[in-house]
C-alpha cells in the first residue's frame, strides 16, 4: 500500500461524516493545491534572492525571452502579462525607476514606444529564473523524469480549457 499523507486523511475523515458525497477530485486538487503553495515560496525565495518582485519579474522575464535586444512595446507586455494598461504604465514607470528598464521611441514609428531591459534588469532576471528553476527541480525529486513527463501531460491536458 502506498505511503499516505494529509490529503488522505482529510478525505478520509470527509468519507466519514459524507459517505453521499464523491471526493475523488479532492485526491487530485486538494494535492495540486498544497503543492501550489510550496512553488509560490519557491517562487518568492528565488525573487527575493534576486532582488525583485513578483510582478517585476514577470515584466522582465517577458522582455528575457523576446531574446536581443530584450524589449517589446507594451502592448506586447500587456498581452503576456495579463494585466490592464495602466497597471502596465505604472509597472513600466516603476521599473524605470529602479533602473530595470528603459522606456524609448520605436524607431519604426515614431508614436510608438519600446520598453528595453537594462543589463541590470537582465542580470537579476537571469539570476532570478536560474534559482527559480534550481528550486522546482528540487520540488520534483521525487519523480522520475518519465514520471516528471507524465504528469506534465496530464495537467497540459488538464489545463488546456483554462488558457
Known amino acids: 500500500m502506498p505511503p499516505r499523507d494529509e490529503v488522505d486523511r482529510i478525505v478520509d475523515a470527509w468519507l466519514r461524516e459524507r459517505p453521499d458525497l464523491d471526493f475523488d477530485p479532492l485526491h487530485v486538487l ?5 503543492l501550489s503553495k510550496h512553488v509560490d515560496r519557491a517562487k518568492r525565495a528565488a525573487f527575493t534572492a534576486s532582488e525583485l ?4 519579474f514577470d515584466v522582465l522575464s517577458a522582455l528575457r525571452r523576446a ?6 512595446s507594451p502592448k506586447a507586455l500587456l498581452q503576456q502579462t495579463l494585466v490592464s494598461s495602466g497597471t502596465m504604465t505604472n509597472r513600466i514607470d516603476r521599473l524605470v525607476e529602479l533602473g530595470l528598464v528603459e522606456r524609448g521611441t520605436d524607431p519604426n514609428d515614431g508614436r510608438g514606444i519600446l520598453v528595453t531591459m537594462t543589463p541590470l534588469g537582465q542580470q537579476r532576471v537571469d539570476n532570478a529564473i536560474s534559482l527559480l528553476v534550481q528550486e522546482e527541480a528540487s520540488l520534483l525529486e521525487a519523480l522520475t523524469a518519465t514520471e516528471q513527463e507524465r504528469l506534465a501531460g496530464l495537467l497540459r491536458k488538464l489545463s488546456l480549457d483554462f488558457d
Open 30 to 34: 486538494s494535492r495540486v493545491g498544497r
Open 53 to 56: 518582485e513578483s510582478w517585476e
Open 67 to 72: 531574446g536581443e535586444p530584450y524589449q517589446l
